[in-house]
């Protein structure tokens, strides 16, 4: 019964559904491109070629993002 509503309510808003998804696929790009980063940072500290210890971290009220002002100097 619910498949039936939801196709129903797709048929009847088209606009809509292509904007949900659009920014479902935005939410999920945006989940991976953070646990790449992660474990891109990971890495990096454990080469050595990063020090988050001593970079200064903010957070974003609006996002609820941590961020660290990080220098990494290109090798």
């Not at 088209?14 to 939410?27: D, G, Q, V």
């Not at 790449?36 to 957070?59: H, R, W």
């Amino acid at each position: 019964f619910l498949l039936l509503v939801w196709e129903q309510l797709q048929k009847e808003s088209p606009e809509f559904f292509k904007k949900y998804y659009f920014h479902c696929e935005l939410a999920r790009q945006i989940e991976m491109f953070n646990i790449f980063l992660g474990k891109q940072v990971s890495l990096m500290v454990e080469n050595g070629d990063l020090d988050i210890g001593t970079a200064p971290c903010t957070y974003n009220t609006r996002t609820k993002i941590f961020l660290w002002i990080i220098y990494c100097p290109i090798l």
